[in-house]
T-cell receptor, first 113, second 114 residues
């Protein structure tokens, strides 16, 4: 069964550094998302992406964040200058164009020191 | 303010019994309500989706109900097994949102003991 994959599984970075989190969504899906989950808290929406552009973003997704779909398969989340409070699990998700749930990847644990 | 509340953070039941988890929401008008399973350190796994005009949905040992008047969904696992132990998340979309942005509850941690 197709799966969403994410790399790396764990990223440690210093405050102020840039990080890029990578995702390969399921191939016939058209809608792509990033969510994050701070330890012990709920899953929070960051951004949705469709037809090569951002469809919606939350208040968390400020100017430090950006997303790209550089080719037909990868979907990336960039954080330009990481802060301590960016430490969280980041989940990529994708969805086909029909009423169904979203398919989440295994996540990247980002630790900012 | 908008809220999604899931009953008690933890639920412990004996194997073979039915687990019932509750999701209540305020100040949302979802077209769909979804349930996910999340294991520690893993991503949510989609289980079931129920539409606003559906009262009940079943999939194997799982059953979901959706009452838009009460603003409540119940999630049942019948004949529960220790392998069902996980955190279960309620999620809903919002009419004002495009493309399936989801709002999640904090989850209920279910433990099924032998």
């Amino acid at each position: 069964e197709p799966e969403v994959t994410q790399t790396p599984s764990h990223q440690v970075t210093q405050m102020g550094q840039e990080v890029i989190l990578r995702c390969v969504p399921i191939s016939n899906h058209l809608y792509f998302y990033w969510y994050r989950q701070i330890l012990g808290q709920k899953v929070e929406f960051l951004v949705s992406f469709y037809n090569n552009e951002i469809s919606e973003k939350s208040e968390i997704f400020d100017d430090q964040f950006s997303v790209e779909r550089p080719d037909g398969s990868n979907f990336t989340l960039k954080i330009r200058s990481t802060k301590l409070e960016d430490s969280a699990m980041y989940f990529c998700a994708s969805k086909p164009p029909r009423p169904t749930g979203s398919y989440f990847g295994p996540g990247t644990r980002l630790t900012v020191t | 303010s908008q809220k999604i509340e899931q009953n008690s953070e933890a639920l412990n039941i004996q194997e073979g019994k039915t687990a019932t988890l509750t999701c209540n929401y305020t100040n949302y008008s979802p077209a769909y309500l979804q349930w996910y399973r999340q294991d520690p350190g893993r991503g949510p796994v989609f289980l079931l989706l129920i539409r606003e005009n559906e009262k009940e949905k079943r999939k194997e040992r799982l059953k979901v109900t959706f009452d838009t008047t009460l603003k409540q969904s119940l999630f049942h696992i019948t004949a529960s097994q220790p392998a069902d132990s996980a955190t279960y998340l309620c999620a809903l979309d919002s009419r004002g949102s495009t493309l399936g942005r989801l709002y999640f509850g904090r989850g209920t941690q279910l433990t099924v003991w032998p």
